[in-house]
């Protein structure tokens, strides 16, 4: 009996142990799930953000929409829309380090407003690059009617990312040090040069760094 016991426990431990790669799909009362791509839902669709094969993966969502169609649309818009948070997030962060490191004031570097111009070019670049890693549908019977819910996991290549970085760093670069040629009567020559310092700075670092093999 002990023995029988002992099993038992240890199969329990296992199974509770074992990695799973879904989840069960909730349900909202006056809700039925007509159909999904997956039996249960994966839990990559609980992720934020991760990197994976030297590439930049986000999920994103669309849920509560009258057809499969459109749900894919807006998760798509959704996810570039999420990189280009995600990415201006971590823009912020490196040219506030930066700046600290130089010792640099607000003055200098107008930080929100360049992360501003950094959104606006990344939507014209790294956001229409993102390629679809996999899907995961669910079609559900509401009280409404019918809605499609979709999660989808897309990438974009660290290098992609990273190039555009030190390239955007690297134009602001050169428009600084002409402004600094071209001199400001107002402000001494150390000070004009300090953008262009600021600049040459950011462009020799990646946004993201890859994780060592």
């Known amino acids: 009996m002990k023995k029988y016991f002992l099993l038992l426990l240890l199969s329990i431990i296992s199974a509770a142990c074992t990695p799973t790669s879904k989840s069960v799909i909730p349900k909202a009362p006056g809700e039925n799930l007509i ?12 992720d934020k953000s991760k990197i994976e094969d030297k590439k930049l993966v986000l999920v ?35 040219y506030e380090k930066t700046a600290v490191n130089l010792g640099l004031d607000t003055d200098v570097i107008d930080i929100q407003a360049e992360v501003r111009r950094y959104e606006k070019q990344l939507a014209g670049s790294v956001a229409k690059k993102l390629a679809v890693q996999k899907w995961h549908l669910e079609k559900w019977e509401t ?21 555009n970085f030190r390239k955007n760093a690297q134009e602001n670069e050169l428009t600084a040090l002409k402004k600094a040629k071209e001199g400001d009567k107002e402000l001494s020559r150390e000070q ?21 093999d």
């Open 35 to 46: 159909w999904s791509s997956n039996p249960d839902r994966p839990l990559w669709t609980g």
């Open 60 to 94: 994103s969502l669309a849920e509560k929409y009258a057809n499969e169609a459109q749900t894919r649309d807006e998760a798509l818009l959704n996810a570039a829309q999420n990189l280009t948070a995600h990415l201006s997030t971590l823009a912020k962060d490196r």
């Open 143 to 163: 009280p409404t009617g019918i809605r499609w819910n979709a999660y989808v996991a897309v990438t974009a290549p660290l290098e992609e990312i990273n190039g």
């Open 192 to 212: 004009a040069e300090k953008p262009t310092k600021f600049w040459a700075q950011a462009g020799k670092q990646d946004l993201i760094v890859p994780p060592q």
